[in-house]
């Protein structure tokens, strides 16, 4: 038997909270979008009116959600659990000045973090195989529609 969406983000907080300052709402493994698939060959650009900063994030990288802050991990999958090394976070943004642009859905679900800068992250997640649940647990707590 599968694991439920809440036990799926879960298992990426429980990785991800040793390195947090805060309690974790949320948080999902991803990819740089178009990276699962050489069909998808939109890059954002014209998202936020900023320049994709996608490629200065690792590949994947796990984004986490709390209260006041969103941190960005490099992760490395190692077997079926969600470990970070010591000083893996990479980034992290005040809540507050991300927002999220929502703008592909299906088996490879794709968004993007757009920073008040301008900057623009774009990202996908695989929603296939029972992953469409924790995905969206993670945009609504992302989004901070809880």
Same mark, same amino acid.
């Given at each position: 038997?599968?694991?439920?969406?809440?036990?799926?983000?879960?298992?990426?907080? $429980?990785?991800?909270?040793?390195?947090? $300052?805060?309690?974790?709402?949320?948080?999902?493994?991803?990819?740089?979008?178009?990276?699962?698939?050489?069909?998808?060959?939109?890059?954002?650009?014209?998202?936020?009116? !900023?320049?994709?900063?996608?490629? $200065?994030?690792? +590949?994947?990288?796990?984004i986490a959600v709390g209260p006041t802050t969103v941190y960005a991990f490099k992760y490395k999958p190692r077997g079926f659990k969600v470990k970070l090394k010591k000083g893996s976070e990479v980034a992290r943004w005040p809540r507050s000045s991300i927002d999220v642009e929502?703008?592909?859905?299906?088996?490879?679900?794709?968004?993007?973090?757009?920073?008040?800068?301008?900057?623009?992250?774009?990202?996908?997640?695989?929603?296939?195989?029972? !992953?469409?649940?924790?995905?969206?647990?993670?945009?609504?707590?992302?989004? $901070?529609? +809880?």
């Open positions: 038997m599968g694991k439920s969406p809440e036990q799926m983000i879960a298992m990426m907080v $429980d990785g991800a909270q040793p390195h947090c $300052d805060e309690p974790l709402d949320s948080a999902m493994i991803c990819s740089h979008a178009g990276s699962m698939s050489s069909a998808l060959t939109s890059r954002f650009v014209p998202l936020g009116g !900023g320049l994709t900063k996608t490629s $200065d994030l690792p +590949n994947p990288v796990l929502r703008t592909k859905e299906g088996g490879i679900s794709q968004f993007a973090l757009v920073t008040e800068q301008g900057e623009v992250y774009a990202l996908e997640v695989t929603t296939a195989l029972g !992953g469409a649940g924790a995905y969206e647990l993670f945009m609504r707590s992302l989004a $901070d529609e +809880n």
